[in-house]
């Protein structure tokens, strides 16, 4: 606990912008990847795999943009580092560990992006102006992944383990019961805020004229030891996912992580050139 504490006190002085909510998020996923490394071993090495996928169906090799870099556990980085002239790290928040870790191994070519990549500021905002526009259509669509389009040479983006984050965390904020003064008009989001969030995302990447690879959890279940299924869950909120190339199931929370006697499953899909019908 005094670790984390100190990592999330050093965190909030190397990331002044990012939310303490969003620092804690993090510091707390790195503390619990620690504790299941055994659990998540096989579904950090399929993502790395799924990810290698791809890089081998690139060509030109000039840049690559990884979404949700995180911890890097799930990340071929050598091989992004060494194949490619520039490697992108885009996440909300980039622990000081993780810095470290980049600037130990010597990878010149890598560079961070702090950036919120859900679009929820963004739709919150539309969300105030029709209302107080009384409009209904604003004639422009959600556009999170946008600023990809402004990176030269892009060559391929890596949407890694993050798209049921950005749900999550929509979830979370729209369920703040004490909002901040300049969060009012987070109040006034549509009923379907997640699923447009969702949508907004797949729909980024099948706008991009890349190479594209996602790596996402799409459902989950939670069962007792006797094989009891105590809960299930849809982590996209209706929106279809793209058509994978490889499923596999990734115990987030194993017995006695959560819960003595339940575990937490979830279904993870990879699938690459990302084009869905929204």
């Known amino acids: 606990m005094l670790a984390e504490a100190l990592l999330f006190a050093v965190a909030r002085l190397t990331s002044p912008r990012s939310r303490a909510a969003v620092i804690r998020d993090a510091v707390g996923l790195r503390a619990r990847a620690g ?5 998540w071993a096989e579904h950090e090495a399929r993502t790395r795999a799924a990810i290698d996928r791809a890089i081998d169906g690139v060509a030109v090799r000039r840049t690559a943009v990884v979404l949700g870099s995180g911890l890097l556990r799930d990340l071929p980085i050598d091989r992004l580092s060494s194949m490619f002239d520039k490697v992108v790290l885009v996440d909300i928040v980039h622990l000081p560990t993780v810095r470290l870790k980049v600037l130990l191994r010597r990878y010149p070519n890598v560079s961070f992006m702090t950036r919120d990549i859900s679009g929820y500021d963004r739709l919150a905002e539309q969300s105030w102006i029709k209302l107080a526009t009384g409009q209904d ?142």
Not at 35 to 39: D, G, P, S, T
Not at 188 to 211: I, R, S, Y
Not at 218 to 246: A, K
Request: net charge negative; hydrophobic share 40%.
């Open 35 to 39: 504790r299941c490394r055994a659990a």
């Open 137 to 278: 259509d604003l004639g422009v669509r959600l556009d999170p992944l946008g600023f990809l389009r402004k990176i030269d040479e892009l060559d391929l983006v890596i949407s890694a383990n993050v798209l049921s984050q950005v749900a999550v965390g929509a979830r979370k904020r729209l369920e703040e019961k004490d909002r901040k003064a300049k969060d009012r008009k987070a109040r006034f989001m549509p009923e379907d805020t997640v699923a447009q969030l969702v949508a907004g995302h797949l729909d980024g990447l099948a706008q991009l004229p890349c190479k594209t690879v996602i790596v996402t959890d799409v459902s989950y279940v939670r069962r007792r030891r006797d094989g009891t299924i105590v809960d299930t869950g849809d982590l996209l909120y209706g929106v279809t996912p793209p058509f994978p190339f490889d499923t596999w199931d990734w115990p987030v929370a194993p017995f006695g992580e959560e819960a003595a006697d339940e575990e937490r499953v979830h279904r993870v899909i990879a699938a690459e050139d990302v084009a869905v019908d929204l």
